[in-house]
C-alpha cells in the first residue's frame, strides 16, 4: 500500500513545486512585473503610445512608434537578406554537398551564434558600418538615390546596416532547422522525382521543399523572434536617432536600443514606466512570434517521428 | 542533347552555384569578425591587462581585471540560482511531466527561451534594484539566471528522457524507492547531457551585455560585495568601444579577445566531447 506521505510522494510533489516555482511562476511574475511598471504609461498615455512618435524626457511626452517602426523595419531588413541565404545554405548542406562537407562546415555555420552580440557590435561599430557606407551606401543613394529607400545622404550607421548584422545574426538558427527540416524529408518522395527524371533542383521545388514547408516557415519566424529582440548590436549599428525615415540608409533606433540606452538615464517615474511599457509591447511581440513558430517546428518533427 | 534539357542542366548547376554562394556569403562575417578580434585584440593584452584596475580617463595603461573577476561572480550568482532550480524542474518534467501541467511547463519554458535578453534585465530590475535601492551583483546574477532556468529545463528533460527505460526497470526491480532510481540512477546516467547543457548555457550567458546594462551596472574598482554594482567583461567592452578614446578601443578589442577566446574554448570543447562520446559508442 502506498502510504500518502511516502518519500516518493514527496520528492515527486517537490520537484513539481520547484519546476512550478522556477517556469510558471517565473513567466507570470515576468509579465506582471512588466504590466505594473508600465502601468504609469498606459494610463497617461493610452493606445496612442502606439501611434506618437514623440519621444520627449523634458516635457515628459512619449510615443513609441519611432523605436517600432525601427524594430519592425531592421528585422524585416534582416528577414529579407537572412532567408535567402539560410535557405541556400540549408540546401547546400542538406542535398548538394557530401556528408563530409556537411559534417565540417555546420558547426562552423552555427559558430557564430556563439559570439556575444556585443563583439558583433563592436566589429559592426568599427569595420563593418564604414565597409556599408564606402561601398554599399554610397553606390546606393548615388544610382538608386530617385528611390524612396536609398535617398538622403549615406551613413554607416543606419537601418540597412542593423539589417546586416541581424540577418547574420539569425542565419545560423534559421539554417539549422531549415537544414535538419530537409534531412528529415523521407528519401522514397526525393527518389521518385528523380525516378521520373528531375534534376536535383527540379526535385528540391517539386518534393522537399513542399515537404517541409511547415518547418521552414517556423524556423524563420524563430530567426524572427530572435531579430526583433536583439539588443547589444542593434544599439550599436542602428544609430540611435528616433525617426521614421522612409530611407534604409538614415539612422534609426529599435525598442530594444531605446531601453538599453536609456534605462539608467531615465529621470522621472513616467520615463522610466515609458522604458518599460516599450519592454512591455517586446516581450508581447516575442511570447506571440515564439509560441507560434514552437508550436509549427514541433508538429512537423512530431508527424514525423510517428510515421 | 536537346536545348530544353540543356537548360534545365545549366539551372541546376547555376543553383548549386549560388547555394554554395551563400555559405561563403554566411562564413564572410565570422571569418573576418575572429580576425579582427584577435587582431586587434592582441596588441592589448597584457599582464597588466588581465589583472589590473581600469585607469583613469585620459591616462594610458591600466586594465580589465576588474571585469573578469566581475564576469565570474555575476556568472557564479547566475547558475548558483539557475542551475538548482532548472535542473529540478527537468527532473520533474522528464520523471513526471506526462500530463497537462508539466506539457504547460514545457511549452512556457520554450517560450521563455525566446524572450529577449534585455527584457530579463528589466525584470531584475524592478525584482531587485527598485526593491533594494541599487543596482547590485545579485541583479545581474537574477537577471542571467532567468536567461539560464528555461534552457537548463528543457536540456535536462530531454537528457534524462535518453536514458533507456531499461536502467530505470532494473533499478526499481533491485528496490530502489523511485525517487532514489531518478536522483541517484537516471539523473547520474544522463548528467553528461545535462553538464554538457550547463556548460553551453554559461557559455551563452557569460557573453550577455543587455541584461547586465541596469543590473550589475558597472564599477571601477573590484568587486565590493553581492549588493553592491560590479563591472562585467561584456559591459565593459560596450562602455570602451562607445567612448571616444583611441587607447579605450583597442582595450574593447583586447576585452573582446578575452571573452571570445573563453566563450569559445569551453563551447567547442564542450561539443568535441560530446562529439566524441557520442560517436565513440558506450
Known amino acids: 500500500m502506498r502510504k500518502r506521505f511516502s518519500p516518493d510522494t514527496m520528492f515527486e510533489f517537490a520537484v513539481g513545486a520547484v519546476a512550478f516555482t522556477g517556469v510558471i511562476l517565473l513567466a507570470v511574475l515576468l509579465l506582471g512585473e512588466l504590466v505594473l511598471g508600465a502601468m504609469p504609461s498606459i494610463k ?17 511626452k512619449f510615443g513609441a512608434l519611432a523605436f517600432i517602426y525601427g524594430t519592425l523595419l531592421s528585422s524585416f531588413l534582416a528577414m529579407l537578406i537572412g532567408v535567402p541565404l539560410s535557405l541556400g545554405i540549408a540546401i547546400y548542406l542538406a542535398e548538394v554537398a557530401s556528408s563530409n562537407v556537411r559534417t565540417l562546415i555546420s558547426p562552423v555555420i552555427e559558430l557564430m551564434a556563439a559570439i556575444p552580440s556585443v563583439i558583433i557590435g563592436l566589429w559592426g561599430i568599427f569595420v563593418f558600418a564604414p565597409f556599408m557606407r564606402d561601398y554599399i551606401a554610397t553606390p546606393l543613394a548615388k544610382y538608386l538615390g530617385f528611390l524612396p529607400f536609398f535617398s538622403g545622404p549615406a551613413f554607416g550607421l543606419s537601418f540597412l546596416t542593423a539589417g546586416f548584422i541581424l540577418a547574420f545574426m539569425i542565419i545560423p538558427i534559421v539554417s539549422s532547422i531549415t537544414r535538419e527540416a530537409l534531412l528529415a524529408v523521407p528519401v522514397l518522395q526525393k527518389e521518385g522525382a528523380l525516378a521520373l527524371g528531375a534534376t536535383r533542383w527540379e526535385m528540391i521545388v517539386m518534393t522537399v521543399l513542399p515537404y517541409s514547408r511547415a518547418a521552414i516557415f517556423g524556423a524563420v519566424i524563430i530567426g524572427l ?35 538599453a540606452n536609456e534605462f539608467t538615464e531615465a529621470t522621472g517615474d513616467l520615463y522610466l514606466s515609458a522604458l518599460i511599457e516599450i519592454g512591455l509591447i517586446l516581450f508581447i511581440i516575442s511570447i506571440l512570434v515564439n509560441a507560434s513558430s514552437r508550436l509549427l517546428v514541433w508538429r512537423y518533427f512530431e508527424v514525423r517521428d510517428s510515421k | 542533347m536537346n536545348s530544353v534539357q540543356l537548360k534545365r542542366k545549366i539551372l541546376n548547376k547555376v543553383l548549386d552555384f549560388l547555394a554554395a554562394f551563400s555559405v561563403v556569403i554566411a562564413l564572410a562575417p565570422l571569418i573576418s569578425i575572429l580576425y579582427t578580434v584577435v587582431m586587434e585584440g592582441l596588441p592589448a593584452i597584457n599582464l597588466a591587462f588581465l589583472t589590473q584596475l581600469p585607469g583613469p580617463v585620459g591616462e594610458e595603461g591600466g586594465g580589465f581585471g576588474n571585469a573578469i573577476q566581475g564576469s565570474f561572480i555575476v556568472v557564479g550568482i547566475a547558475s548558483l540560482i539557475g542551475l538548482p532550480i532548472g535542473i529540478l524542474s527537468g527532473v520533474y518534467l522528464a520523471e513526471y511531466g506526462n500530463n497537462r501541467f508539466g506539457r504547460m511547463v514545457s511549452f512556457t519554458a520554450d517560450v521563455l527561451t525566446g524572450v529577449p535578453s534585455i527584457i530579463t534585465g528589466i525584470f531584475a530590475y524592478i525584482l531587485i534594484v527598485m526593491r533594494f535601492g541599487g543596482f547590485s551583483a545579485l541583479a545581474g546574477g537574477v537577471a542571467l539566471a532567468t536567461m539560464m532556468i528555461p534552457v537548463i529545463v528543457r536540456t535536462t528533460e530531454e537528457s534524462m528522457r535518453l536514458v533507456p527505460d531499461e536502467i530505470r526497470e ?48 558597472s564599477n571601477r574598482f573590484y568587486f565590493d560585495g553581492v549588493m553592491n554594482p560590479v563591472a ?3 559591459v565593459m567592452i560596450y562602455t570602451y568601444a562607445l567612448s571616444p578614446f583611441e587607447d579605450w578601443h583597442t582595450q574593447a578589442w583586447g576585452g573582446a579577445l578575452v571573452l571570445v577566446s573563453a566563450i569559445l574554448v569551453l563551447s567547442i570543447g564542450v561539443r568535441f566531447a560530446a562529439g566524441r562520446k557520442y560517436s565513440g559508442g558506450m
Not at chain 2, 554538457?196 to 557573453?207: C, E, K, N, P
Open chain 1, 225 to 259: 523572434g530572435r531579430a526583433i529582440g536583439e539588443t547589444m548590436a542593434v544599439t550599436m549599428v542602428i544609430g540611435n536617432t528616433p525617426q521614421l525615415a522612409a530611407s534604409l540608409l538614415a539612422p534609426g533606433y529599435s525598442m530594444a536600443a531605446v531601453i
Open chain 2, 170 to 217: 532494473a533499478s526499481l526491480a533491485l528496490g530502489i524507492p523511485p525517487w532514489k532510481t531518478s536522483l541517484r540512477i537516471v539523473l547520474s546516467t544522463a548528467q553528461f547531457g545535462i553538464i554538457t547543457g550547463a556548460l553551453l548555457t554559461i557559455a551563452r550567458v557569460s557573453g550577455e551585455t543587455a541584461p547586465l546594462l541596469f543590473t550589475a551596472f
Open chain 2, 232 to 234: 562585467t567583461l561584456p
Open chain 1, 44 to 60: 497617461t498615455f493610452g493606445v496612442g503610445f502606439l501611434f506618437e512618435t514623440t519621444w520627449d524626457p523634458v516635457f515628459e
